[in-house]
Antibody
Framework: EVQLLESGGILVQPGGSLRLSCAAS????????MSWVRQAPGKGLEWVSA????????YYADSVKGRFTISRDNSKNTLYLQMNSLRAEDTAVYYC???????????????WGQGTLVTVSS | EIVLTQSPATLSLSPGERATLSCRAS??????LAWYQQKPGQAPRLLIY???NRATGITARFSGSGSGTDFTLTISSLDPEDFAVYYC?????????FGGGTKVEIK
């Protein structure tokens, strides 16, 4: 059974930093693209970042480029999102999502974690 | 950036009725379009991928169609568990984008 478990969401001040983690199990982690998708309170879904199975290719939404860094440790089956220079508009539930097995990093998502809430406020 | 416009924003229907949801792309996404269902307090669930393929375990009540810029998600006969928000997503170009969602509510 595929499981994705996010952690690390907390209340942080504007300008602060945070690292989210997503522990994966139930599939061959290194074979799949992974992404972070966020959802601001009461709003729709926004794709944030994606990473290839090897970790060699990364992609970002313009809204987070230069501030967020996606990475993965395939030996630990864990996905990360390093978030720096946080802003109020980054407040959201952050979901870790597994890319469906397509031969491209541009994937849709067949499994999602339960999400972790990041609140940016003073 | 490819903008996905979903309509209507809200669809008020009764159980047993047919639901037709639309997703229009600002430029062609070929068939690289997915549909998700999200219930309150839950993560999204993949329903349809590549415009018309049902994801694993998804009931045949759900069907998808379209290509290029115009796509439709049809729920043939609404079950009480189908009342939720539905999102489309394209994987044709970076950045990946989602539509704004359609809420299917009980009339």
């Amino acid at each position: 059974e595929v499981q994705l478990l996010e952690s690390g969401g907390i209340l942080v001040q504007p300008g602060g930093s945070l690292r989210l983690s997503c522990a994966a199990s139930g599939f061959t982690f290194s074979s799949y693209v992974m992404s972070w998708v966020r959802q601001a309170p009461g709003k729709g879904l926004e794709w944030v970042s994606a990473i290839s199975g090897s970790g060699g290719s990364t992609y970002y939404a313009d809204s987070v480029k230069g501030r967020f860094t996606i990475s993965r440790d395939n030996s630990k089956n864990t996905l990360y999102l390093q978030m720096n220079s946080l802003r109020a508009e980054d407040t959201a539930v952050y979901y870790c999502a597994k890319g469906r097995g397509v031969p491209t990093v541009m994937a849709d998502f067949d499994y999602w974690g339960q999400g972790t809430l990041v609140t940016v406020s003073s | 950036e490819i903008v996905l416009t979903q309509s209507p924003a809200t669809l008020s229907l009764s159980p047993g009725e047919r639901a037709t949801l639309s997703c229009r792309a600002s430029q062609s996404v070929s068939s690289y379009l997915a549909w998700y269902q999200q219930k309150p307090g839950q993560a999204p669930r993949l329903l349809i991928y590549d415009a018309s393929n049902r994801a694993t375990g998804i009931t045949a009540r759900f069907s998808g169609s379209g290509s290029g810029t115009d796509f439709t998600l049809t729920i043939s006969s609404l079950d009480p568990e189908d009342f939720a928000v539905y999102y489309c997503q394209q994987r044709s170009n970076w950045p990946l984008t989602f539509g704004g969602g359609t809420k299917v509510e009980i009339k």
